[in-house]
């Protein structure tokens, strides 16, 4: 049997990147994945350019049951010293909108400065394994699919259940129950909505349609970025950032003008072109045919300006600065980047991120319930987690 010093379950952004600091420090470390390549989801992110970091990454912009857990660890490793290493690689990166950082060429940058960390630390990674078994008496003995390994210590850094095409599983959740450990229900997160049928055909028609907007949940969280309309509902950062805080049966509300104010740019219009048609002035500041779906809709009328009397001139723009949408539900984890909730951080360390009660025992990454808003903040939590996991292994 195979003895090693640490065993990783799990070869993403975490576990990679926690198995090459731990095999720096001069620990034995083995790597297990059940997919034929390391990295999968690195290589899907951000277009393929990998959203590796948020300039701007604080606590503040984490989901989690205990939101002062993810504070130790994003402040012990942050976004400069994971761009530090970039910069140490030579990978060419730009900034993006709102603090998100991109690699200029792909996102196998990430994996092979993954890899290739791994190499300087020795750390020996086998793809297509699967884990049958795990039990634990004074370390950690795993059965595989071609074999069986041991170490004293076990860091699982399996994912959440986004994009099952990658090779997503409920692998890390099983664990945690199998050592006692609880975990919160998961769903997607960063995910599209989709509608309900009336309002989805006759906002079809808008496919492939962006508009910059603020959308508000009714818990009252705000984001601020652009919507997209899209054949099955709505899209687009907005409404990805917006999905994390939406529960099923809940209204979003939509500011499609948030730059301008319609009320007084209507106004202004009328003064000077009173016969224009309501259509025709709104298709100066929105899309024209989102204009001509909410004509259809019946959310707007169908006339001119100077047909507008004050009030429904008032109840209009009101309409456009706050139009509420109750979305059918999102598109699930075939589409989320994210699973929310995951093994509760009651369980662990925020400074090792080792089980409390089961010594030797980690979890690091996504599958802890610690979710990070659109724009490289899950990756960061990536980085920091499985670098604190790394200096007390």
């Known amino acids: 049997m195979e003895k090693f010093d640490v065993i990783i379950i799990g070869a993403g952004a975490a576990g990679l990147f926690c198995a090459a600091q731990a095999g720096q420090r001069g620990k034995r470390v083995l790597v297990l994945d059940n997919g034929k390549k390391a990295g999968r989801k690195i290589l899907m992110s951000g277009g393929g350019r990998c959203n590796f970091t948020n300039l701007y990454t604080e606590p503040a912009a984490y989901l989690s049951h205990n939101p002062h857990f993810c504070k130790s660890a994003l402040a012990r490793y942050t976004q400069w010293d994971f761009i530090d290493l970039v910069n140490r690689h030579g990978i060419q990166w730009h900034e993006k909108t709102l603090g998100q950082l991109f690699c200029d060429d792909s996102a196998q940058q990430i994996v092979d400065l993954l890899l290739k960390e791994c190499e300087a630390g020795q750390v020996t990674l086998r793809l297509r394994s699967e884990v049958l078994k795990v039990t634990r008496d004074e370390g950690y003995t795993l059965e595989l699919n071609g074999g069986t390994v041991q170490a004293e210590k076990l860091v699982i850094a399996s994912g959440g259940l986004s994009m099952p095409g990658l090779g997503a599983?409920?692998?890390?959740?099983?664990?945690?129950?199998?050592?006692?450990?609880?975990?919160?229900?998961?769903?997607?997160?960063?995910?599209?909505?989709?509608?309900?049928?009336?309002?989805?055909e006759q906002l079809q028609t808008l496919s492939g349609v962006a508009v910059p907007a603020v959308m508000t949940s009714e818990s009252g969280v705000v984001f601020k970025e652009a919507l997209l309309f899209t054949h099955r509902g709505l899209s687009g950062p907005a409404v990805l950032q917006l999905s994390s805080y939406w529960q099923p049966g809940e209204f979003v509300t939509i500011n499609l003008s948030p730059d301008r104010d319609l009320h007084a740019f209507i106004s202004e219009e009328r003064e000077t072109h009173p016969n224009q048609s309501l259509k025709n002035?709104?298709?100066?500041?929105?899309?024209?045919?989102?204009?001509?779906?909410?004509?259809?809709?019946?959310?707007?009328?169908?006339?001119?300006?100077?047909?507008?009397?004050?009030?429904?001139?008032s109840e209009l723009a009101e309409t456009l600065h706050g139009w509420r949408v109750q979305p059918n539900g999102t598109e699930g984890y075939r589409t989320a980047e994210v699973t929310l909730g995951g093994v509760d951080t009651g369980a662990l360390s925020s400074k090792t991120m080792e089980t409390r009660d089961v010594p030797g025992l980690y979890f690091i990454g996504e599958v802890v319930d610690v979710t990070g808003w659109l724009g490289g903040y899950n990756f960061q939590w990536a980085w920091s987690s499985a670098w604190a996991c790394a200096q007390a292994l």
Request: charge should be positive.
């Open 281 to 313: 002035t709104l298709a100066k500041v929105l899309p024209r045919r989102l204009v001509e779906s909410l004509q259809l809709l019946g959310t707007l009328p169908e006339c001119t300006l100077k047909q507008l009397n004050s009030r429904q001139q």
């Open 169 to 200: 599983s409920p692998f890390g959740y099983k664990i945690a129950e199998q050592f006692g450990l609880n975990v919160f229900p998961t769903r997607a997160g960063l995910v599209p909505f989709t509608l309900h049928k009336p309002l989805l």
